[in-house]
């Protein structure tokens, strides 16, 4: 398959595409901070608990919002040929993508709590823990793509079409990614580590990106990291603990190097497949 994802329609890297990157984002942050102001000020127990989780991760909306309106009315591309390309969605790549990366996912934890059964409380309540599942499930499937949307969406196809396009399209949108996941201060607090478990995670979601000629995969993945840390695991130090989410695991501390490991083998495997896959196609 031609790997050409992000080159039609095209968004060139050029002075309208930057100020239309920077829009996206005084459109997401200016609408979720008078939406957060609104919800706090009618719904006072949106400040705490649960429903400010709920809160907080809708107002990603705003983030879709701003790319559909710079995608239509600067470029005008429709979103639907934006996100798909004028292919259908395709729902089976993101399902076999969600599925795998959090069977990973759970068989790293399997792995974890064997190494270091110590650092592992359990208290799985299974009704609170599937009522919650259920109202935060489709709210992070919205943080999760609208991450995507803005990263391995717009970013991506801003440097697509110039010379080393694919490249730079994914060092470049894996870089930001990383840089405004990896250098918050819940990540510094484990060194040299935090930044670089995201730093390869971004690298590896460019990667899918470019290898699957689409976001569906990478989305499938993002949500399936996302379900895994705010509903199957949780660690003392997340900055969505005190939030009211369910649990089925709870580590004291989160070991970052162990982590980093984790997901290093994950990036390995996708390669060594990647790989499989170019030497077979060649025969």
């Known amino acids: 398959m031609e790997k050409n994802y992000g080159l039609q329609p095209r968004i060139p890297l050029s002075f309208k595409s930057i100020a239309g990157f920077i829009l996206i984002f005084v459109i997401w942050q200016g609408g979720s901070l008078v ?3 609104l919800l706090n000020t009618l719904i006072p127990a949106t400040t705490s608990g649960f429903p400010s989780f709920v809160a907080l991760f809708s107002s990603f909306l705003f983030l879709i919002l701003g790319v559909f309106l710079i995608t239509k009315f600067f470029f005008k591309i429709p979103f639907r040929t934006f996100l798909f390309e004028g292919r259908r969605p395709e729902f089976r790549k993101f399902a076999i993508y969600f599925s795998l990366y959090l069977l990973a996912l759970i068989l790293y934890l399997i792995l974890d709590i ?12 299974p009704l609170p ?4 599942l259920l109202i935060a499930a489709p709210i992070i499937f919205v943080q999760s793509a609208a991450e995507e949307i803005l990263f391995r969406g717009y970013m991506y196809r801003m440097f697509r079409s110039i010379k080393g396009g694919a490249f730079w399209s994914v060092f470049i949108s894996s870089l930001t ?4 996941h990896g250098l918050n201060p819940e990540m510094m607090n484990y060194g040299i580590w935090g930044p670089l478990y ?3 995670g971004a690298f590896f979601l460019g990667f899918v990106a470019y290898y699957t000629n689409g976001i569906a995969a990478t989305i499938g993945i993002h949500f399936a990291t996302n379900i895994f840390n705010m509903t199957i695991w949780a660690y003392g130090e997340s900055t969505v603990e005190n939030m009211g989410l369910q649990s089925i695991v709870s580590r004291h501390t989160l070991d970052m190097p162990f982590a980093f490991f984790g997901i290093f083998a994950i990036v390995i495997s996708y390669s060594a497949f990647q790989f499989y896959k170019y030497k077979r196609n060649r025969l």
Do not use: N, R, S
Not at 114 to 125: E, I, L, N, R
Not at 129 to 132: A, P, R, S, T
Not at 177 to 180: E, M, Q, R, S
């Open 35 to 37: 939406w957060l102001k």
């Open 114 to 125: 064997t190494v270091h059964p110590q650092a592992f409380t359990f208290h799985f309540d």
């Open 129 to 132: 823990w599937l009522g919650v």
């Open 177 to 180: 990614f990383a840089i405004v």
């Open 198 to 200: 995201y730093l390869i």
